[in-house]
């Protein structure tokens, strides 16, 4: 019973195509986030939604739109993909967009582009 | 701004060495801190975490101690083992922020 779940797991693209990531989780959680790991490991927010609803955008290019169309899942599109996207994108989700709350990390979607 | 400062790395032990991962922090506001730890091609798992001053978090064998005077959650083992081995993210969270500021990762490897 995976907790959060991605699709792909892995992702190789050319540049300037369109791609989307999805994600879902079964924890009946209200809050839902996308997170960038570059090559560094090193990782950066990018969007949150809680309730279905934008909470959180950080400085991302509009190329990425994510989409909640229910609370259990939040997918992310994006369009003419950049070598610079190349990354590994983790959903995660916690019970409310509260500091103290757990995040709860799905497995990653390395994506390459070429 | 908020912000997380944890030990560069990369880090090598042997099996049964004690482990410190240093983290200090930075926050406009009263933070809730965590560890994380991401094995080898895995997703992030909440490791412990410490939700106000002086709290200790601790599981598997790994503790921290939320300290407000020094802005410090450092994380500790007393002794490591191989399966230990993985990258460690300091992160914090503040009310009105919505979201986890991580640190840059410490990678640890732990030699038979």
């Known amino acids: 019973d995976t907790a959060v779940s991605q699709t792909p797991k892995y992702l190789v693209t050319q540049m300037g195509n369109d791609k989307s990531i999805k994600c879902e989780q079964n924890l009946g959680h209200d809050t839902m986030y996308w997170y960038k790991q570059d090559s560094k490991k090193f990782l950066k927010i990018m969007f949150s939604?809680?309730?279905?609803?934008?909470?959180i955008n950080e400085t991302v290019p509009n190329r990425f739109s994510p989409k909640s169309p229910d609370k259990a899942h939040l997918n992310l599109h994006i369009n003419s993909l950049e070598l610079g996207d190349s990354a590994v994108y983790f959903c995660?989700?916690?019970?409310?967009?509260?500091?103290?709350?757990?995040?709860?990390f799905g497995p990653g979607t390395r994506l390459l582009v070429l | 701004g908020n912000s997380v400062t944890q030990m560069e790395g990369p880090v090598t032990l042997s099996e049964e060495a004690f482990l410190t991962i240093n983290c200090t922090y930075t926050?406009?506001?009263?933070?809730?801190l965590f560890w994380y730890v991401q094995y080898p091609g895995e997703g992030l798992q909440l490791l412990l975490k410490?939700?106000?001053?002086?709290d200790k978090g601790s599981n598997k064998g790994f503790e921290a101690t939320y300290r407000k005077e020094t802005t410090s959650f450092h994380l500790e083992k007393g002794s490591v083992q191989v399966s230990d081995s993985a990258v460690y993210f300091c992160a914090l969270n503040v009310i009105g922020d919505y979201k986890l500021s991580f640190g840059a990762g410490t990678t640890v490897t732990v030699r038979a």
């Open positions: 995660a989700s916690s019970p409310l967009p509260s500091p103290q709350e757990t995040q709860y």
């Open positions: 926050a406009t506001g009263y933070p809730s």
């Open positions: 410490a939700t106000k001053a002086d």
């Open positions: 939604y809680n309730n279905k609803e934008l909470i």
